[in-house]
């Protein structure tokens, strides 16, 4: 618990297979970043059911869409950020998001995102789309969203 | 020591940090340096570089040099995808999919996701595949979907695990939509979409002139374009798509395209005549001319098909059913009893349009 008050979430970068790594420090220095926010698509959000970190059949279609706006060219970092609801110890809900942001991340490297395009977050409970109290199940705050800039 | 030292420090004076990375739009920009990569981004530009318009376009989509302007990325996309440039293609193709500074528009999204398909773009293959897949604004195809996932199978690992069930219904033929074309003098580009019911065996013909001694040249497909940049052909060149159906016994095809397609022929007939039967080959001349100035092509050949008691015969050969109408009215042209010039359908070397009267002495 104090942990997650100190970190409120965890970025694993390009965590799978380890190869090239994109760290938050490379990001452009442009002054007009903008972050094609996920909150303005539902197509960029993939549910999760209650404690798994297995994605549904009906959640592949969002990933398809999701890879249907990704643009070529070298920049273009894909965020991907897990979160988890508030039922359950906390500690076990930040290393679930992580998990949920990793498959995420996995099937969005199997529909040809390059793997270095990737940032891969784990929030846990800490920036809720729904503010709850613990234990309380919340489907919307059981997502990965996906963003880029 | 102390002489190297100072060597080195002015070698380094001489050579400003960073400046012998930045020879290139693309050097800069790896650098993060957008203000000059923009800058040489545009000479190179200037010069003709489909990379650096993509590279500007880059700067524009995502705001790095100046304020982000989806209007002027598209502009910069598009002379590069014009030039051929893959990767702007399908930039192009994602803007017009997912409705970025424009309006959704799913048929020119087809059309960009398949000339960067074409030029074997993996993630343009996939998402071609999807949109027959789903039919998101166009009709879904499971034939064409499948087609798409299968090229993008080997890079995609997404493509690979698609298990698309063939369409149940492919026995029609029709005559395929098309998209985009670009023929001639040396690329052949061509783009079409087809509905589920139709088999999908596709052909595109081409005739390299607008007469009967044009060269004519044929390739097969199962999916919805066809790039060819390998060719030399005339801008008078003339072009159809023909859809064959399964069993390879009927066709439908496209109008004839093309700046010349005024001239496209009703039909093709080739006739084979024994040369030493010289009077049947002057009537058949006198015919042939006939059979032009009523819009046929008309070729003569001088070596008769032999029956299998090689013994000339007279028979007039039609490939496909939709030929047979032709077929039927050339053989009531001809002299001689019905029974001898009636028409058939061989199984194979007649082509779509085409008919061949093979004339032995009647």
Same mark, same amino acid.
């Given at each position: 618990m104090t942990y997650l008050k100190a970190a409120p979430f965890m970025i694993v970068m390009a =965590? =799978?297979?380890? /190869?090239t790594t994109v760290s938050a *420090?490379?990001?452009? *220095?442009? /002054? /007009?970043l903008i972050t094609e926010q996920?909150? !303005?698509?539902?197509?960029l959000k993939v549910y999760f059911s209650s404690g798994s970190a297995t994605i549904a059949p009906d959640q592949a279609a969002t990933l398809d869409r999701a890879v249907r706006t990704f643009r070529e060219g070298d920049p273009f970092v894909m965020i991907v950020a897990g979160s988890a609801d508030k039922v359950g110890d906390p500690s076990t809900n930040l290393e679930l998001s992580l998990r949920r942001a990793s498959v995420v991340a996995a099937a969005l490297t199997n529909r040809g995102?390059?793997? !270095?395009?990737l940032q891969v977050l784990g929030r846990g409970t800490s920036e809720l789309k729904v503010a709850t109290g613990d234990g309380v199940p919340e489907e919307e705050n059981r997502v990965v969203e996906i963003s880029w800039r | 020591m102390q002489y190297l030292a100072l060597a080195l420090t002015v070698a380094l004076s001489l050579c400003p940090a960073g400046s012998w990375a930045q020879a290139t739009g693309a050097d800069a920009f790896s650098q993060r340096d957008f203000a000059t990569a923009q800058r040489l981004w545009q000479q190179e530009a200037a010069a003709g570089s489909a990379d650096a318009m993509l590279g500007l376009g880059l700067l524009a989509d995502r705001g790095y040099a100046a304020s982000r302007d989806f209007a002027v990325a598209f502009d910069w996309y598009l002379q590069a995808a014009e030039m051929g440039l893959a990767e702007a293609q399908f930039n192009i193709a994602v803007m017009y999919d997912a409705g970025l500074g424009r309006d959704r528009d799913a048929v020119q999204a087809v059309v960009w996701y398949t000339r960067a398909a074409l030029r074997g773009h993996p993630r343009a293959q996939y998402n071609l595949g999807l949109l027959y897949e789903i039919g998101d604004g166009i009709d879904a195809n499971a034939n064409l979907a499948g087609y798409w996932f299968h090229k993008a199978a080997s890079t995609v690992p997404a493509a690979a695990a698609k298990t698309i069930a063939p369409d @149940?219904? @492919?026995t029609n033929v029709a005559f395929p939509n098309i998209l985009f074309a670009r023929v001639g003098p040396t690329t052949v580009e061509i783009i079409w979409t087809a509905t589920p019911?139709?088999? @999908?065996s596709y052909v595109v013909e081409i005739m390299d002139g607008a007469d009967d001694e044009a060269p004519v040249f044929r390739r097969a497909t199962q999916g919805s374009g066809l790039l060819l940049d390998d060719v030399t052909v005339q801008t008078t060149a003339i072009w159809r798509i023909v859809n064959l159906s399964a069993d390879a016994a009927d066709y439908a095809a496209t109008p004839w395209q093309g700046f010349a397609n005024d001239s496209a022929p009703k039909g093709r007939i080739t006739f084979v005549v024994d040369d030493a039967l010289p009077q049947m080959a002057a009537a058949v001349t006198i015919f042939a001319d006939d059979l032009r100035s009523s819009g046929y092509w008309v070729t003569l050949r001088n070596t008769p098909l032999r029956g299998t008691d090689d013994k000339p015969e007279t028979f007039i050969s039609y490939g496909f059913a939709a030929d047979k109408t032709m077929a039927e009215t050339v053989s009531r042209y001809l002299p001689g009893s019905p029974d001898q010039s009636r028409p058939a359908q061989p199984t194979d070397t007649v082509q779509p349009g085409e008919i061949v009267v093979n004339l032995a002495a009647l």
């Open positions: =965590m =799978m297979a380890g /190869t *420090q490379e990001a452009p *220095q442009a /002054t /007009t996920a909150a !303005d698509s539902p197509w995102i390059p793997i !270095d395009r | @149940p219904r @492919p019911a139709m088999n @999908p």
